[in-house]
Structures are given as C-alpha cells and as structure tokens.
C-alpha cells in the first residue's frame, strides 16, 4: 500500500496565481501532498501536461422547463457528462422559481432530478421571479442558511422580471445575509416597445432578434442595476455581459471602488448578430441567446474585459434547447416570430476549450488568468473555495489534465449533451482535456467519460464574502 490512492506525475501545475511542476499526491478524494518523487497505487502520467483545477460553470440551466413546459434537452446525466468531457468538475445550475410558486418545493424538486443522475459536483443558484413575503421573510432567508448562497434576479422576461422595487428588496435581502445578488441586466420596456415595432412592420426571422435588444438596452439597465446596489452599499454580480457599453458601466463602477462583479460568456467572444442571418432563415435560430451576440468589435472589448480583470467568471450560459423536435427551437413552428423561440445556446463542454484556446494558445490572456477566471473566481465568489476551484492541499481532488498542443475541431458528433448541434460547429481549439479527476476519481480517460451516473454529489455553498481580503481585486 503507497501512501497515496494515486499520483499525478510529471506534470505542470497552473492555479490563479503561480505555474509549478510537481507531483499531486491524492489520498481519499483530497489533495494530500504537492512534491517531488510521490508513489501511488494509481500513477497518472502528466509529462508535456499543464495540471489544472477542474472548472466551474457558474452559470448553466439543466432540465430547468419554461413557464409553460418546453424541457430542455440535457438532464442532470447529459448535462453533467458533458461538463466532465470539457474540462468542467462542478456545475452552479438553477433551481428556477415561477410566480406562485414556494421556493422550498422548487429546490426540493431540482435535488430530484440531479439525484442519482449528476456524475460531477453540482451547488444550486436559486432564481427568484416572486419575492413575495414568504418568499423574502422565511424560505429565501432559510435557504441561505442551508447553503443555497447564490440567486439570480431577471430585469426582463415577462415571467420572471422584478420591477426596480424589488430589486431593491431582494438586494437589502443580500446585504443583511451576505448573500450574493446574480441580476440579468436588459431593460424590459424598451425589448416589449421594439418588439411590437418590429412585429407590426413584419421583421419576424431570427436576426430581428438582436435588433429588438441592442447594446443601449443592456447598458442601461446595467447601469440601473449597479446604481441600485450602490444605493444600498452591497455586492451584485451582473451575469452573461455582452456588449462594451455594459462593460464599461462595471468598470466605471469599479473604478469608484463599488463591489461589482461581471461575468461573460463564450458566445460573446465567438458568435456575432451575423450569425443570427444565415441564408435558410431559420438556421439563424440556432444562435438566439440574450443578451444576443453582437459584432467583432463588441467581441474584442469583451476580450480585453477578461484581460483586464473587468470581468470575474467565464461562464457558458448552457441553455440546451434543441433545433429540430417538438420541444426547442421550432417548438412554435419554423415560421415562428423571433419573440417565440426560446432563448439560449448550448456550451457547457466547448466552454472551456474556446476559452483556452481563444485566449491562452492565442497569448490574449495568460494561463493563471485562464484558471481564476474558469475556476478560482467562481469558487470564491460563490462559497465554495478552497474545497473547489484551486490545487492546494485539502482541497477536493477535482483535476483537468490538459493537452496545451492537442488540435480538435468542435463537432456537435463528438460532443457529450443531448442538444442537437452545437454553435461552435467547425472551430479548430487548441488545446483540450484529456483526463479530468472529481473527488480523485478519473472521469474522463483520454477524452472519454468514464464516470458513474450518480455519483456527483451536492455542494453546500458558505456565504461568498467580498468583503474579505482579496476579494475586491480576486
Ligand atoms: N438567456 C438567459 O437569460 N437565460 C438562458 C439563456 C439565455 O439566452
Ligand atoms: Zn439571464
Ligand atoms: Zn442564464
């Protein structure tokens, strides 16, 4: 018996802040020792590997239905298959609540459909569209407690849109918890009045989608999301940001030194409104998402957000509707007006590979930016660093072994979610996982997922607090 359950040897380490070459010694699903000349039972050969912490998706939908019932084509088995094979170790999906509906049976209902079907770790971020009383003075208060850290709040959405009011309310709500406020930021009335215009002038295709929700849109309720979180002196994070004009409103904010945090996403640094034009009309459905994808020079600035520390988390958004099927992108028909189709694409496993190759072999952003962003970042601002989201000893053995030099062209064939096509179809990456560890279990083999359906457990999440030390600057 060696002292350890297995070693990952020869391999280049990379957390947030250093890149070291050392040997990973795990002793009952725990990093137990960082050295030199480990011995294990189990021996992981990393030579010519760069040794990463498994990342974090902050931000995805799995089997979360619309108002209504349209489902969503991964489950917590597809979903979390996929995030393994892309390099990802822990997933923060919704519990999503729908007006009248109690918050405590909705977080009941998602354990059931995660329950014996996750194959990684998964923490629940709540989504709150009815902050009534019994929503803000017993069940939301005593889900904070039990660990459910973490809600998102919509400015738009006609189910599940909160006035400025409540706004306010659910943000006093977080500043007397310590919770953390996660608010998609589009103004509601401007999206409702451009819509109808369009609608009336029989601008129904895809493309018009973006054209009823352009930058000023989002900038402004950006603006008017952080003006509230100042008012009130508490942290929010503002989720999936898309343009540079939303952007700067978090930078501006920073620079004053408030405590606002910026997420974005890969489509907003790979796709772009032409995307939502191609030739058979309808194709253009497949890239709906909102905030939509903007244009090249929207991408570069989101770049340089992620260089520059703007931005915390990179983020995929997943939001798995297929294209053909009843359910999903079609599922009011092929001549559906853009305001019909659902909103989102899929992206839990090529997130991580775009951004590594996009940034990392591309020289935009360096290796430790690469894991703060992906891993580190979510894991402190939601309540689960160290357990998640860094290499170091006690931390969980949560590990992506990756190929710096590996080519592979995005194929929605080789990808593992239950979506029908992927946006990402024919970009080359460089740069991919080959073997990925949860809890010291080897889930992904030479890029297959090995993993046992059930396995994935449920995270607890501490109060995040951006008040410590470091986490102003992350
Ligand atoms: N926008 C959202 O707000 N959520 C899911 C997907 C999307 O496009
Ligand atoms: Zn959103
Ligand atoms: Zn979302």
């Known amino acids: 018996m060696s002292e350890f359950d297995r070693v990952i040897k020869g391999g280049t380490i990379a957390t947030a802040s250093d890149t070291f070459s050392a040997d990973i010694g795990i002793k009952d699903g725990r990093v137990a020792a960082l050295g030199e000349n480990l011995s294990g039972d189990d021996v992981i050969d990393a030579t010519g590997k760069l040794v990463l912490p498994g990342g974090i998706d902050a931000h995805v939908h799995i089997d979360q239905p619309k108002k209504g019932g349209i489902a969503m084509a991964d489950d917590f088995r597809s979903g979390t298959r996929s995030a393994a094979a892309g390099g990802t170790t822990t997933i923060m999906p919704f519990a999503c609540q729908y007006r009248g509906e109690s918050l405590r049976q909705v977080v009941e209902d998602y354990h059931k459909k995660a329950d014996g079907k996750a194959v990684v770790d998964y923490a629940f971020h709540l989504i709150i569209a009815d902050a009534n009383e019994q929503v803000m003075g017993q069940e939301l208060p005593a889900l904070i407690e039990d660990g459910y850290t973490s809600f998102k709040i919509y400015m738009t959405y006609p189910d599940l849109k909160l006035n400025d009011r409540e706004c306010l309310e659910i943000f006093s709500l977080a500043r007397r918890t310590g919770a953390m406020t ?24 895809p493309k018009y989608h973006a054209v009823s929700r352009p930058p000023v849109v989002e900038k402004e309720a ?82 340089q957000g992620l260089a520059n520390s703007t931005f915390d988390v990179l983020a995929s958004d997943h939001a798995p509707y297929s294209f ?40 935009r952003i360096s290796l430790q930016k690469f894991v703060a962003l992906t891993a580190t970042n979510p894991a402190k601002l939601y309540g689960l660093h160290p357990r ?76 995040p607090d951006p008040a410590r030390p470091g986490m102003g600057t992350l």
């Open 324 to 363: 053909d099927g009843p359910d999903g992108k079609k599922v009011v028909g092929e001549d559906a007006p853009f305001n019909k189709i659902p909103n989102g694409v899929p992206g839990i496993e090529t997130r991580l590979p775009l951004l590594f190759s996009g940034g990392v072999s591309e020289g």
């Open 388 to 463: 998640k989201g860094t290499i170091a000893i006690g931390s969980d053995a949560d590990i992506a072994i990756w190929d710096p030099e590996k080519k592979v062209t995005i194929t929605n064939e080789n990808l593992h979610h239950n979506v029908d096509y992927t946006p990402y179809e024919g970009i080359e990456c460089t740069g991919w996982p080959v073997t990925v560890l949860s809890r010291g279990d080897v889930v992904v083999q030479d890029c297959e997922v090995v993993a046992s359906e059930g396995r994935g457990q449920f995270l607890r999440c501490d109060k």
């Open 182 to 205: 996660m608010v998609h930021a589009e103004n509601a009335d401007c999206i409702e009045w451009m819509t109808e215009q369009l609608l009336m002038a029989g601008k129904t295709g």
């Open 222 to 303: 950006t603006h008017r999301a952080i003006s509230l979180a100042e008012f009130l002196d508490v942290p929010i994070l503002i989720v999936h940001v898309s343009s540079a004009e939303a952007m700067e409103q978090i930078a501006i904010a920073r620079q004053k030194g408030l405590r606002i945090y910026g997420e974005t996403c890969p489509q907003y640094l790979f796709l772009t409104a032409d995307d939502l034009e191609l030739d058979d009309e309808f194709e253009g459905a497949k890239y709906i998402c909102s905030p939509p994808p903007r244009d090249k020079a929207n991408q570069e600035k989101i770049w």
